[in-house]
């Protein structure tokens, strides 16, 4: 069982005066956010691309639990590397995003 991540974890946040979407640069701390969600997004995808490459010996018996185990495990450690800089992904989308 392969579970697709929803990419709008983080939706836009809207200006609360006219009701529209905010511009990046009005709310740095979000813009920060949602870099670093990009990241953890990233991150996941190359983690279910290696676990691709690892043949699956039987050694241990596949079930939906183990499948979804390790889907919350990989995204909760992709979203714990984002957090704490990871790649430097996020945070360099976020300068160049600042500098717009």
Known sequence: MKMAFDPQMT??????????NAAPGDDPEGLRQLCQDF???????????????????????RDMSMDFF?????????????????FGLGE???QSFRKK
Request: aromatic share 10%; proline share 4%.
């Open 11 to 20: 939706l836009p946040k809207l200006n609360r005066a006219s009701g529209e």
């Open 39 to 61: 990241e953890a997004l990233f991150v996941h995808s190359l983690f279910q691309q290696m676990r691709n490459t690892i043949p699956e010996d039987g050694f241990f018996d």
């Open 70 to 86: 390790e889907e919350v495990m990989d995204m909760e450690v992709a979203r714990d590397m984002a957090r704490k800089g990871g």
């Open 92 to 94: 360099h989308l976020y």
